[in-house]
T-cell receptor, first 114, second 110 residues
Framework: DARVTQTPRHKVTEMGQEVTMRCQPI?????VFWYRQTMMQGLELLAY????????DSGMPKDRFSAEMPDATLATLKIQPSEPRDSAVYFC????????????FGDGTRLSIL | GEDVEQSLFLSVREGDSSVINCTYT??????LYWYKQEPGAGLQLLTY?????DMKQDQRLTVLLNKKDKHLSLRIADTQTGDSAIYFC??????????FGKGTMLLVSP
């Protein structure tokens, strides 16, 4: 089965360090989403792309977060500098970009900032 | 408000039926979805319903939609311990973007 692949699965680092999370969407999907999941806030949409162009990143703190799609097979989410409050599980999802064509999620990157 | 609302927790016994409820906000949403999240994993699509339908059945799952009240429910028949997970309701608001509820944790006891 086609899957969304996220790396790394786990990341522990100290505050102030740069963190890069990667996502390989399902081949042929043209929309990519980044979510953050915490106990307090639930699942929050950070940013999404359509045909590699950012459509909405209003959910993302702009001063430290950046999201890019260097090519159709790779999406990245960077945090620089990282802070303890960034600790969460970050999910990538991809979809065909049509109604009734659901998003498929990766297994997430569990990030801990000490 | 703009939130999709779900109850946070449901506990049932194995073999019973489980009903997870959700209220959504956008009457123009075309599709409504249920996702399941097991520990340490991402969200897995369970089922969906088109907004002009009242009910959809898929094996042990039944989705009911009350569009007037913007109320969605997921019924799991003959609930098993393997159904223990967090269940998310989501509404589609265009460009395949979804707005999720905070999830309902279902605990199934033997």
């Amino acid at each position: 089965d086609a899957r969304v692949t996220q790396t790394p699965r786990h990341k522990v680092t100290e505050m102030g360090q740069e963190v890069t999370m990667r996502c390989q969407p399902i081949l042929g999907h043209n929309t990519v989403f980044w979510y953050r999941q915490t106990m307090m806030q639930g699942l929050e949409l950070l940013a999404y792309f359509r045909n590699r162009a950012p459509l909405d990143d209003s959910g993302m703190p702009k001063d430290r977060f950046s999201a890019e799609m260097p090519d159709a097979t790779l999406a990245t989410l960077k945090i620089q500098p990282s802070e303890p409050r960034d600790s969460a599980v970050y999910f990538c999802a991809s979809g065909p970009g049509q109604a009734n064509q659901p998003q498929h999620f990766g297994d997430g990157t569990r990030l801990s900032i000490l | 408000g703009e939130d999709v609302e779900q109850s946070l927790f449901l506990s049932v016994r194995e073999g019973d039926s489980s009903v997870i409820n959700c209220t959504y906000t956008d009457s123009s949403s075309t599709y409504l979805y249920w996702y399941k999240q097991e520990p340490g994993a991402g969200l897995q699509l369970l089922t969906y319903i088109f907004s002009n339908m009242d009910m959809k059945q898929d094996q042990r799952l039944t989705v009911l939609l009350n569009k007037k009240d913007k109320h969605l429910s997921l019924r799991i028949a003959d609930t098993q311990t393997g159904d223990s997970a967090i269940y998310f309701c989501a509404e589609e608001r265009g460009y395949s973007t979804l707005t999720f509820g905070k999830g309902t944790m279902l605990l199934v006891s033997p």
